[in-house]
Each structure stands twice: as C-alpha cells, then as structure tokens.
T-cell receptor, first 109, second 113 residues
Framework: TQLLEQSPQFLSIQEGENLTVYCNSS?????LQWYRQEPGEGPVLLVT?????EVKKLKRLTFQFGDARKDSSLHITAAQTGDTGLYLC?????????FGAGTILRVKS | DAGVTQSPTHLIKTRGQHVTLRCSPI?????VSWYQQVLGQGPQFIFQ???????GRGNFPDRFSARQFPNYSSELNVNALLLGDSALYLC????????????FGQGTRLTVV
C-alpha cells in the first residue's frame, strides 16, 4: 500500500491549459517535497513545503500544503510542453523520503 | 557548483554478479541517501549515511550494503544480483542529517540479465 497516493496517475493536456495534481496521505509529514523527473534522469527538486496551510509559488506553479500536513497539491497555470514529465511528491519521515508513485504529465503542442 | 554526481550512468550485469555504484554529494553536504526506482514507481529508500555512519535502512535484503567516506562520497554495493535488482539507483545529497531538502543525482541505470 502506497503511503502517499498521487492522482491522477496520468494526465494529457493541450498547451495553455491549467491542471492540478494531488498528493494525499493518512499520515502527517514534517515536510513535503515536489520533484519533476524526466525519463532516465534523477528527480529535480521543485519546492519544499513545511508549514500546514503553506502556499508557495514558482512562476506558473503553485504548491499548497494541507492544514494537517497530510496532503498537498500542485497547480500549473498555462501549461507548456516543457512541463512534460513525472511529478513526484515525497514526504519527510525521519531521515528518509517516502515517495508517491507519481503523476505522468504530457503537454501537447 | 557541481551537483550530485553518480557513476557509472549505465551498467549491465549478469545474475549473481556484484556491483558497486558511486556518488559524490554537493560540496558542503554531509548526508548521502540511496534510493531504488523501478519502472512506474516512485523511489524507494535504501540507506542514509551521515558523517560516515549508517543512520537509516529501508526494507532491502542484506545483499545491499553501503558506506560513506571521509570526503562524504558514498558507495552502494549489491551482491548476488537478481533480475529484480534492475532499476534506476538514485543518490540524494542533503546538508545535514534531516531530509527536509534532498537533491538527487542523475542516477545509475542498472540492468541485470
């Protein structure tokens, strides 16, 4: 059983559309990180959220950490083809990261 | 500044063989963690090393071992390779023992045939 559930598993959209992906858990995490990973590469850290209710913006990406620190969302405005990739959320649990299975995003031109 | 570097980038081994993967963390980072990522899944935690000591171990068999050197670089060793060990092996570097921010290398793609 996946400790962190990500949804949807796969998303295919047109360039310019908006989208939201979700990361949910029944467990509390001290922090949560979002990564983007391209095929054959390592995950690239996008953001770390620490405080319940925290919202962080990174250009067209908006990240939110749930009040109870159990869930998070990533919203992308006006998606671009360069946003294509695997989006992973990871919760910090002690000295390790617990990852979800990821959302594969494909942005078509 | 150089990021996390891993070597080799790709490797093909035969069942039963042994493999050593290497990782150099970001300069100034003292913690190195290893993760295994099989196709279609998120990375799974294998080990964390901090200040040359093992600080955490995931649910992996004793065939997996690791160590950290005085310069904070690290090696992951896997003995008696199985087909199921085929995966992308990722090294993550963080500044201290906590894992609030981890930066990953490009990974080593291991194929066991």
């Amino acid at each position: 059983t996946q400790l962190l559930e990500q949804s949807p598993q796969f998303l295919s959209i047109q360039e310019g559309e908006n989208l939201t992906v979700y990361c949910n858990s029944s467990s509390v995490f001290s922090s949560l990180q979002w990564y983007r990973q391209e095929p054959g590469e390592g995950p690239v850290l996008l953001v770390t959220v620490v405080t319940g209710g925290e919202v962080k913006k990174l250009k067209r990406l908006t990240f939110q950490f749930g009040d109870a620190r159990k869930d998070s969302s990533l919203h992308i405005t006006a998606a671009q083809t360069g946003d294509t990739g695997l989006y992973l959320c990871a919760g910090a649990r002690g000295n390790k990261l617990v990852f979800g299975a990821g959302t594969i995003l494909r942005v078509k031109s | 500044d150089a990021g996390v570097t891993q070597s080799p980038t790709h490797l093909i081994k035969t069942r039963g063989q042994h493999v050593t993967l290497r990782c150099s963390p970001i300069s100034g980072h003292k913690s190195v963690s290893w993760y295994q990522q099989v196709l279609g899944q998120g990375p799974q935690f294998i080990f964390q090393y901090y200040e040359k000591e093992e600080r955490g171990r995931g649910n992996f068999p004793d065939r997996f071992s690791a160590r950290q050197f005085p310069n904070y670089s690290s090696e992951l060793n896997v003995n008696a390779l199985l087909l199921g060990d085929s995966a992308l092996y990722l090294c993550a570097s963080s500044r201290d023992r906590g894992i609030s921010e981890a930066f990953f290398g490009q990974g080593t793609r291991l194929t066991v045939v």
